[in-house]
């Protein structure tokens, strides 16, 4: 938001926030699904399953794993305080990050799981989608809305079907 308001981005893209600031405008363009990183070595690999051609785990196992986290006060983080407590679990944490791709790299190099909004694009930069895994659906956690964010003031000045085009575009890029 900062970078908005100092004119340094003219938007991006959130995975949301009930706190919405009125000085900007949020498009949404739909969802992303909560994935867990498990970390490279975990002994609960032998807890993650395959249905319908994709990969679970029940985060419920992973209750004596280190955990890296965002941020207090990052929607990121406020997610995962809920998801934590919808399964009640309490997270023993050794990290903490603003930088959602610092969390799978973290995972990755087998430091700490952790869960975040699961993205294609992180999975082609890091070049490794083993460690990723999703929550299983009978959790029914509620999935984590996206948006376009942009200052009012900015969005006067944009054509006006640009933020759907937008929105539809990365609705199948599929963030």
Known sequence: MQGLRQNKLQLFISNGSKEQ???????DFGYFMDAICL????PHNKDTFVQNGIHYIDPYVLSDEAWAVTRKGQDSRNRMDLLFEFLGLTPVIVQETHLIATLHELAVRGIACSIIPYMHSLVEKTHS??????IPENYKIPKNKRYIVCLKETEKHLPGDFLEFLGATLRKIEL
């Open 129 to 134: 989608e083993e460690n990723i895994y999703f």
């Open 39 to 42: 970390r490279t070595g975990s």
């Open 21 to 27: 600031d009125k000085e900007f405008q949020y498009h």
